[in-house]
């Protein structure tokens, strides 16, 4: 089946460090990526969908400047967590999917971002 | 606005037991609904698909149900075991967008 690789992770850094989050689709072509958000005993909540090669929508509420995204290929997509702060502490899910919007939606395994 | 409701939020079942878990959604406009389970700190592992035209989907132990109009669906889990361990999560597809989740039932198979 469709294989997403989310990476780093886990990542653990000081407050106001910036830290950028992979999400590739390896064995199809994503075109549309879509990052999502969980705390801890909740279910996950949409941030952001990105298109290749198009600006990312943002969710009411995400800052576009505080959760930078970029889609430049079919197979890539990033997510950086700009001078991040304790509260940003999560876990962040990326899923891919192809061209046709009834296709399912591959998840990467996430990454825990822990801000000291 | 799409919501998702997920019943029971948890359950605790001794293992062979068939089980059910309930996912509902407020508006019946959806593409498709996808069954996903979640390990504690892991991503998502995708079970089932339903296509909107489709009454249900089985895979091995698992069969999944939907009824569009009334805006429910089913999993069904076969002669559970301890490895069913986990985190259940509905999702619906509405507009060929983002998923909408349900906050998940958590399963706890005892051997």
């Known amino acids: 089946g469709a294989v997403v690789s989310q990476h780093p992770s886990w990542v653990i850094c000081k407050s106001g460090t910036s830290v950028k989050i992979e999400c590739r689709s390896l064995?199809?072509?994503?075109?549309?990526m879509f990052w999502y958000r969980q705390f801890p005993k909740q279910s996950l909540m949409l941030m952001a969908t990105s298109n290749e090669g198009s600006k990312a929508t943002y969710e009411q509420g995400v800052e576009k400047d505080k959760f930078l995204i970029n889609h430049a290929s079919l197979t890539l997509s990033t997510l950086t967590v700009t001078s991040a702060h304790p509260e940003d502490s999560s876990f962040y899910i990326c899923?891919?999917?192809?061209?046709?919007?009834?296709?399912?939606?591959?998840f990467g395994d996430g990454t825990r971002l822990s801000i000291l | 606005k799409q919501e998702v409701t997920q019943i029971p939020a948890a359950l605790s079942v001794p293992e062979g037991e068939n089980l059910v878990l309930n996912c509902s959604f407020t508006d019946s406009a959806i593409y498709n609904l996808q069954w996903f389970r979640q390990d504690p700190g892991k991503g998502l592992t995708s079970l089932l698909l339903?296509?909107?035209?489709?009454r249900e989907q089985t895979s091995g132990r698992l069969n999944a149900s939907l009824d569009k109009s009334s805006g429910r669906s089913t999993l069904y889990i076969a002669a559970s075991q301890p490895g069913d361990s986990a985190t259940y999560l509905c999702a619906v597809n509405q507009a060929g967008t983002a998923l909408i989740f349900g906050k998940g039932t958590t399963l706890s198979v005892s051997s």
């Open positions: 064995d199809f072509q994503a075109t549309t």
């Open positions: 899923s891919a999917r192809g061209e046709t919007r009834n296709q399912p939606q591959h």
């Open positions: 339903i296509q909107s035209s489709q």
